[in-house]
């Protein structure tokens, strides 16, 4: 079983930044990809990004650009980066392996004001 504890969101005018912090326990190991995904309010969760377990990373259209995500196998943690960051990126942002691991973490909450 894999334990997933996001961190790091909060408060931020629109062009602000954020980093958000995923870290994972149990079984989860550096050959895994990672994601993050979010979920807006009233919406479906979404794709926002993903990072191979040889560090190819792949981004959604809508944050491509302003978004990074990164991965410190030795923390067993994966980040998001989130700069000039919009109102509509207004969500709960959760992370997973890709295939997920079955479960989902609390989330942290991220609330860009225009």
């Known amino acids: 079983q894999v334990q997933l504890v996001e961190s790091g969101g909060g408060l931020v005018q629109a062009g602000g930044s954020l980093r958000l912090s995923c870290s994972a326990s149990g079984r989860a190991s550096s050959s895994y990809a990672m994601g993050w995904f979010r979920q807006a309010p009233g919406k479906e969760r979404e794709f926002v990004a993903q990072i191979n377990w040889n560090d190819n990373a792949y981004y959604a259209d809508s944050v491509k650009g302003r978004f990074t995500i990164s991965r410190d196998n030795a923390k067993n943690t994966v980040y998001l980066q989130m700069n000039s960051l919009k109102p509509e990126d207004t969500a709960v942002y959760y992370c997973?392996?890709?295939?997920?691991?079955?479960?989902w973490g609390q989330g942290t909450q991220v609330i860009v004001s225009s």
């Open positions: 997973n392996g890709l295939p997920n691991f079955g479960s």
